[in-house]
């Protein structure tokens, strides 16, 4: 059945959630070869080196492909929410 309403589409909510998903993958993918996840995922954001994140599951290609600014943006977006 078709619905005629016109549904919204946030761009940037899906960024903000694709950017969301692939943290918590490399999160865990760093945390399962035993680094410290919030320590590597820090030092790549501060570097740019993407060697602070291992290839585990693909890790280091997935964080590579977002731009480091707009991880910023949604870390400090998402914690001032939390606190606010």
């Keep these: ?3 005629n309403t016109t549904s919204l ?3 940037d909510e899906l960024n903000e959630a694709l950017i969301a998903e692939t ?12 680094y410290n996840p919030i ?4 030092g790549y954001i501060m570097s740019d080196d993407p060697g602070y994140i291992s290839n585990h ?3 280091r290609a997935k964080i590579t492909k977002l731009d480091r600014t707009k991880i910023i943006d949604v870390l400090v977006r998402n914690y001032f929410d939390k606190i606010l």
Excluded: C, T
């Design 1 to 3: 059945m078709q619905s």
């Design 9 to 11: 589409f946030n761009v």
């Design 23 to 34: 943290l918590k993958d490399v999160y865990e993918a760093v945390e399962e070869r035993g």
């Design 39 to 42: 320590n590597q995922i820090v």
């Design 57 to 59: 599951r693909e890790a």
